[in-house]
């Protein structure tokens, strides 16, 4: 059985940084697409983004791009969201998920184990 558990959301202010880590046991970590995603209060759920197998590809939602980085670490069975010029939007508790295919993927449907969740909250 796949787990995943989220660490490293807290309370930032404004234009602060935070680094989301997800650590995750059991399977092949390294035979899994990883994705972030998150969810604020009163909204869905969405797409944060996304690394390949090998690290080599990622992706990202248009309302992170150029201040998230996505990363993995195989030998450690983690990977990470380093989050830098946090905006109040950008409040939500955010999810790691494993997918077990080889393609990635933007869509949370296509995930197949989630973690729990860390909050994280950006004050103006």
Known sequence: QVQLVESG????????????????????FSRYVMGWFRQAPGKEREFVAVISWG???TGYADSVKGRSTISRDNAKNTVFL???????????????????????????????????????????
């Open 82 to 124: 380093q989050m830098n010029s946090l905006k109040p939007e950008d409040t939500a508790v955010y999810y790691c998920a494993a997918r077990f295919a080889i393609t990635m993927s933007y869509e949370g449907a296509n995930f197949n184990s989630w973690g729990q969740g860390t909050q994280v909250t950006v004050s103006s």
């Open 9 to 28: 959301g807290g309370l930032v202010q404004a234009g602060g940084s935070l680094r989301l880590s997800c650590l995750v046991s059991g399977g092949t």
């Open 55 to 57: 690290g080599g590809s």
